[in-house]
């Protein structure tokens, strides 16, 4: 069924909700994975919600596909390919709230990896694998709506190779980091380099560890925790503890540091569901701090001084995760190696906050 053609209930939408091809609704996630991966021709409509930031179509489409440009937008307008209300509009139209946008996508346009002079932290490097710390922020490689900026864009500066990868736009990528965490990533020089470490990864013969600030102070001094993760029941984008349809997840952590109202822990794996540590410590009632999405919240200096509250810069505003430690066998020699990465500033600023005032 064309897209013009559907009837849309109301009461079915909501400011975060996106109609797929399919019949179903996607949330934000869905749609990134989407922009990601879309070859043209997918047709997709989301409601206006009632914050508009820009009222103008081309404004508003711009802010919300920030991989268009908006000149694309704008011809995309004047084609027909984006409609309000199931009618044609013009470049200048101005949006209300509740109004349905129906999209068809255009074409992707073909794009190699674009080598750009990114400073990266290099922890190791010969001539089959390089080990970064990975700073806050920076997206591991590039996608349809980060082209640019990423870390494989570093990597391809600085290297004269890098392995195939398992995507064109993902050479040397065996393992990702969220873009909010920080730490030890390793990449792959050579195709060799890439299949054993990506059977490494695979087979969980490699170890990483991980160090979070999280809110509240554990009375154990270290826990195993088993409970079971899926799909959050109500929220697309979220994970959560899941007797009935969760997949076997097992998380170890140690408290290495005790503050009053915070900890400082370090966390290990033995699976590697989608968002686990944060899903764990959170459901344990002590949530990685700046993680909004699980219950953390950001901190200012004042809170930890416990003065009176006033205009400062957040200490961190991402979550308190970093994987710090790193344990691969190497692709050519067979190796055990280790790799530790030094926390980046501001979870280090955090953690002298609290051993100060805390």
Not at 132 to 156: E, I, Q
């Amino acid at each position: 069924m064309n897209i013009s053609e559907k009837q849309y209930n109301q009461a079915d939408l909501d400011q975060n909700q996106i109609w797929t091809p399919e019949g179903r609704f996607a949330n934000a996630t869905e749609l990134q994975n989407l922009l990601d991966n879309y070859q043209g021709g997918e047709q997709i409509c989301i409601k206006v919600g009632p914050n508009l930031k820009f009222r103008r179509i081309d404004q508003y489409m711009t802010s919300r596909f920030n991989c268009f440009s908006r000149t694309l937008v704008q011809r995309l307008i004047r084609s027909g390919e984006i409609l309000v209300n199931h009618e044609q509009v013009k470049i200048s139209h101005r949006l209300n709230q509740d109004d349905i946008i129906q999209i068809t996508l255009p074409a992707p346009v073909d794009q190699e990896v674009v080598p750009e002079d990114i400073p990266v932290d290099i922890i190791y490097e010969d001539d089959d694998i390089i080990v970064v710390n990975k700073k806050p922020w920076m997206v591991v490689h590039p996608a349809r709506c980060y082209k640019t900026g990423t870390l494989v864009n570093a990597l391809a500066y600085h290297c004269k190779t890098l392995s195939s990868g398992s995507e064109r736009m993902r050479p040397g990528i065996v393992h990702r980091l969220d873009k909010n965490t920080t730490g030890c990533i390793i990449v792959a020089k050579n195709d060799d380099a890439q299949y054993n470490l990506a059977q490494q990864f695979k087979n969980r013969s490699t170890k990483k560890k991980y160090l979070a600030v999280v809110h509240g102070t554990p009375e154990l001094d270290s826990d195993m925790i088993k409970n079971m993760l899926g799909p959050h029941p109500t929220v697309r984008e979220k994970f959560a503890v899941r007797s009935d349809e969760g997949k076997k997840a097992i998380t170890v952590y140690k408290v290495l540091e005790r503050f009053n109202g915070y900890a400082y822990v370090e966390i290990d794996i033995h699976t590697g569901r989608t968002h686990q540590i944060r899903v764990h410590m959170s459901h344990l009632g002590y949530p990685i701090v700046a993680d909004k999405m699980y219950g953390g919240k950001v901190v200012y200096p004042w809170q930890i001084k416990n003065e009176l509250p006033s205009p400062q810069d957040i200490l961190i505003n991402r979550q308190a995760l970093h994987a710090g430690w790193l344990e691969i066998n190497h692709p050519r020699t067979g190796e055990r190696m280790s790799f530790e990465a030094p926390l980046h500033h501001d979870m280090a600023s955090l953690l002298d906050m609290l051993r100060t005032y805390r």
